[in-house]
């Protein structure tokens, strides 16, 4: 295949400490191998993007890479029975844009194991308003209610992170299915933002982000989904009522755990840890209907900012210093 096609494409230096982005035009055949092509319409920018396109944390190791660890376009053409052309696909997690090239391009070559349909009423921009963090948020919403945490039970929810992509969906998921969920942001003016999406209160980051050297403190969450970690999670883990569940899903804050065994074995606390990659397919299908159903069109929506491919780079430092509020939604095909 022949047609040009736009993407943005990393470099690296010889020493691989310097990146350098650059929009080219492509064809298929630049293109790694897989089942299935994919005419890309639209991708998101999660964290993880940030860190890429500025070069840490070595999550890239073979450049020239093309970013973007979501999309969401049309089938072009499958070797794979379970896809056709003209059908409306999901990719998050497998390491897309990371170690195979990902979503900022307007044509992507993937394996058809990677791919789910896109549901019923959902829109191309809403699947990527929801991405993997909004995935990520379903799955550590379902594993709470798989422990038996639920609606009617007398307790608060914590959610950790809420201003960012997981969080925000996830607050906007547990309170509309009824739970008292109460949301962590370190800035101020977030405030209304999450309790328009369903917070019933609002706890500083600051706090949860204090060491203690208490390994247990006063009971205070039922349930909590944490995308932080390290210190943050430690101290939620010391605040669980008894047999409460955590589900964490992020380590932004680092991956060390300055905690003890004491919330387990004293208070029969679960730690349930997330993984959008891999997960399996039928488990994956599942989480995208609920998705449907449990996550309110409205907020999601107004927690949606749209921004073309052409105009993202400026975006992928402003989310690393936690500036980009809600989802940042990539129109693929303005490049």
């Not at 639209?42 to 970013?67: A, E």
């Not at 247990?216 to 409460?244: C, F, N, P, Q």
Request: glycine share 12%; hydrophobic share 40%; aromatic share 6%.
């Amino acid at each position: 295949m022949s047609d040009g096609f736009r993407a943005l494409v990393l470099n690296a230096s010889d020493d691989g400490k310097k990146i350098t982005p650059e929009f080219k035009t492509l064809t298929p055949d630049d293109l790694p191998a897989g089942d299935v092509l994919v005419r890309v319409s639209h991708s998101t920018l999660n964290y993880k993007d940030g860190m890429i396109l500025n070069g840490l944390g070595r999550l890239v190791r073979h450049y020239p890479h093309v970013p973007g660890v979501d999309f969401t376009g049309e089938v072009v053409s499958s070797s794979d029975d379970r896809y056709r052309a003209g059908d409306r696909v999901i990719l998050t997690g497998w390491r897309v844009g990371e170690s195979h090239w990902g979503g900022y391009a307007q044509m992507a070559r993937v394996k058809a194991d990677w791919l789910v349909p896109l549901p019923d009423g959902l829109t191309p921009a809403q699947a990527m308003a929801i991405g993997t963090a909004g995935f990520t948020s379903m799955l550590a919403v379902m594993a709470l209610e798989e422990q038996g945490v639920s609606p009617q039970a007398d307790g608060e929810v914590l959610v950790t992170g809420a201003a960012g992509g997981v969080g925000s969906v996830a607050v906007s998921i547990l309170s509309h299915l009824g739970y008292q969920v109460v949301a962590s942001t370190g800035r101020p003016e977030n405030s209304d933002y999450l309790k328009h999406l369903g917070a019933s209160g609002i706890v500083d980051r600051a706090e949860l982000a204090a060491a203690s050297t208490r390994p247990l403190l006063s009971e205070r969450w039922l349930g909590a989904i944490d995308s932080v970690g390290s210190t943050t999670l430690a101290h939620v883990l010391a605040e669980m009522k008894y047999h409460g569940v955590v589900a964490a899903c992020g380590l932004a804050g680092g991956p060390d755990l300055p905690a003890t065994v004491l919330p387990f074995l004293l208070r029969g606390v679960r730690l349930i840890g997330i993984d959008s990659v891999m997960c399996p397919y039928d488990y994956r299908v599942k989480a995208w209907q609920r998705l449907v159903t449990d996550l309110p069109k409205t907020r999601l929506d107004e927690a949606m900012e749209i921004v073309a491919l052409r105009d993202i780079l400026p975006y992928g430092e402003k989310i690393l210093k936690g500036e980009v509020r809600g989802r940042l939604v990539i129109d693929v095909e303005a490049c």
